[in-house]
C-alpha cells in the first residue's frame, strides 16, 4: 500500500490550501484515514482525522479553519485548510490504517508534504 499526498506549496497567511493524499494497492479497506504534521524543530502532532464512518476529530489548533473529509471510492482524504497562519508551516503526513486482505490492520505513511505559510 502507497500513500500519496500533494497540495503543499507557499501561502500567504490568512490563504488557502487544499491538500489530498490517495491510497494504492491491495487492500481490503481503509479504517481512519488522518493528517498529521511537523514543524522544524517539533515533534508530530495530529491535525485532523476521520473514521470510516465519518466521524472526524481536530487538533484545538485548527478547529473553525480546517476541514477534513474522505472519498472512500477513491479511497483518498483531503484536508481543506482556510485562515493559514505562519504556525501552520510544517511538513504534513498523511496516515492510513489499512485492513489487509488477511484482516490485519497497518498503519501506512506518506511521504509528506510541505506547507510553508509567509508573506
Known amino acids: 500500500v502507497q500513500l500519496q499526498a500533494s497540495g503543499g506549496g507557499l501561502v500567504q497567511p490568512g490563504g488557502s490550501l487544499r491538500l489530498s493524499c490517495a491510497a494504492s494497492g491491495s487492500m481490503y479497506s481503509i479504517n481512519t484515514m488522518g493528517w498529521y504534521r511537523q514543524a522544524p524543530g517539533k515533534q508530530r502532532e495530529l491535525v485532523a482525522d476521520i473514521s470510516s464512518g465519518g466521524s472526524t476529530n481536530y487538533a484545538d489548533s485548527v478547529k473553525g479553519r480546517f476541514t477534513i473529509s474522505r472519498d472512500s471510492a477513491k479511497n483518498t482524504v483531503y484536508l481543506q485548510m482556510n485562515s493559514l497562519k505562519p504556525e501552520d508551516t510544517a511538513v504534513y503526513y498523511c496516515?492510513?490504517?489499512?485492513?489487509?486482505?488477511?484482516?490485519?490492520?497497518?498503519?501506512?505513511w506518506g511521504r509528506g508534504t510541505l506547507v510553508t505559510v509567509s508573506s
Open positions: 496516515k492510513a490504517v489499512v485492513v489487509s486482505t488477511h484482516r490485519y490492520e497497518y498503519q501506512y
